[in-house]
């Protein structure tokens, strides 16, 4: 019941298991695991609204990319980019349930656990830890090595690397 779309590409020694989806186009490193029913590459929540109020849906013709040692927990989405590319780098950990939406980029061994949920062409640094229940707000960055706490809500970017974040909106985990 795994699923594997036209022109993937599948790196050596990768774990697909049961339920998971890999759509068109999209590429995978080596080591890559897909935990039950992930699915990578689905078009993302990209709408405009018309003058009338009607919603029209914006095609999303890029892909994801997933480079090595990346893994994906359970029932977890990482939607593909509207031009380009949705992109984990090396070593990115997502734990079960997790939103990561279109155009986003997280870089090198970081990780979020359940629940959280990253919105479009948000730009995350190396070795984030996200919570459970964390929410981003879309277009903004997280310097390298920010910590966010669980059921913590970002807003804003973050600027400042190694940052201790808690709460909604998050504020400096002291404050």
Request: glycine letters at 14%; hydrophobic letters at 40%.
């Amino acid at each position: 019941q795994t699923y594997v779309g036209e022109d993937v590409t599948i790196g050596e020694h990768c774990l697909l298991q049961s339920g998971a989806r890999v759509l068109r186009g999209c590429v995978l490193g080596d080591r890559v695991r897909l935990l039950a029913n992930a699915v990578v590459g689905s078009d993302g929540f990209g709408h405009t609204r018309e003058s009338d109020g009607a919603w029209t849906r914006i095609p999303h013709l890029g892909n994801v990319i997933l480079e090595d040692d990346v893994e994906i927990g359970a029932c977890t989405t990482v939607d593909r980019a509207v031009m380009g590319s949705t992109i984990l780098r090396r070593g990115v950990k997502l734990d079960n349930l997790v939103m990561v939406a279109h155009n986003v980029e997280i870089d090198e061994h970081s990780a979020a656990a359940a629940q959280v949920g990253v919105a479009g062409s948000a730009r995350l640094g190396k070795r984030i830890q996200l919570g459970g229940q964390v929410g981003m707000a879309g277009h903004i960055r997280l310097a390298d090595d920010v910590e966010v706490g669980a059921q913590s809500g970002i807003k804003d970017s973050v600027e400042t690397a190694g940052a201790k974040l808690f709460g909604s909106p998050a504020k400096p985990f002291r404050a």
